[in-house]
């Protein structure tokens, strides 16, 4: 059976200090917990009642095996999970130090399986079929992912939905540069992109909200999504703009409500709803995992978030 929502991308496992507010070098224990952004808005996506998978690659490794049964039991398909042999399945410690901005320290070398997809690691025909394809923007920082994923965006054919989270992680890439050229050259196949300032000064050179809103519009984004923080999120179609504001939160740990926030847009956008009525959904649903230590684990149910609501 087809998936309604397929991610493509970053996958590995977390590990989440269980001592907040102290440097890296002072955290005593750590939980573990799958990871990833587009692994994470799979999941996300999948506790709101959607079919979902994720296309990726994992090492041949015990960690490997982890994340396919733990998107086993998250209900994520584990099918498009590849093996690259000779490779790790990456490890991400965080710092709850700030807790709302984790760094990350990012066990991806010398290449993350993740960014080692191939062609013929695609499933074609749900690639061209599936209702909501998700593709990111750190997909494309290394070959030969970066030219899987232009050409699995090319197969697509810009079909609703196709949804770009611009994912920007400086540690990926040689500069800001070729980040921007690549990433940006993304744009003209997708009908949904999604991302904070920093992210959206990246794709298209300007961390005004509105302003980026506009340039994404003009590559032909059919819904532009700019997160915004505590000052919520606007919103931005060829009918109109709009900001929701946040869902205040007492921030356990900033990391993974993004992709709460991703899963949420993901089921709205399947759902046919108004883009204002899935922000606010997906404000929620980021604000709970705020609130909340990890990522896939943390991810709310529908109840929940419209508990919260």
């Not at 490997?64 to 000779?86: E, I, K, M, Q």
């Not at 904070?196 to 050179?205: D, H, I, P, Q, S």
Request: hydrophobic share 45%; glycine share 12%; proline share 7%.
């Amino acid at each position: 059976m087809i998936p309604e929502v397929l991610t493509v991308g970053r996958v590995g496992v977390d590990l989440y200090p269980e001592q907040s507010g102290v440097p890296l070098a002072e955290v005593r224990t750590f939980a573990r917990s799958l990871g990833g952004s587009a692994t994470n808005v799979a999941v996300a996506a999948a506790r709101l009642g959607r079919r979902s998978a994720v296309l990726t690659k994992v090492g041949a490794d015990g960690f490997g095996a982890y994340v396919r049964s733990a998107l086993s039991r998250f209900g994520v398909s584990p099918d498009f999970v590849g093996t690259a042999p000779g490779l790790r399945t990456p490890v991400v410690f965080c710092a709850l130090d700030p807790p709302e901005d984790p760094p990350l320290l990012f066990y991806r070398e010398p290449l993350a399986p993740d960014l080692a997809l191939e062609a013929d690691d695609v499933p074609w025909a749900e690639v061209e079929a599936v209702p909501l394809l998700w593709v990111t923007g750190t997909g494309v920082a290394a070959e030969p992912a970066r030219t899987t994923q232009r050409l699995l965006l090319e197969r697509r054919g810009r079909r609703a939905h196709t949804v770009l989270d611009l994912d920007y992680r400086p540690a990926f890439w040689a500069g800001v540069g070729e980040a921007r050229r690549e990433i940006g050259r993304l744009l003209d196949h997708v009908t949904v992109a999604v991302g904070n300032r920093t992210e959206v000064e990246v794709a298209v050179g300007t961390a005004d909200p509105a302003a980026a809103a506009d340039r994404l519009l003009a590559r032909g984004v059919g819904l532009a999504v700019v997160k915004m923080g505590g000052e919520g999120v606007l919103l931005a179609t060829g009918r109109g703009s709009w900001t929701v504001p946040a869902c205040p939160v007492e921030v356990v740990c900033g990391l993974g409500s993004g992709d709460a926030f991703g899963g949420a847009l993901a089921h709205g956008l399947l759902a046919g709803w108004e883009p204002v009525r899935i922000a606010r959904y997906a404000n929620a649903a980021g604000a709970l995992v705020a609130g909340r230590l990890a990522c896939a684990d943390a991810m709310p149910g529908a109840d929940e978030i419209e508990a919260l609501l």
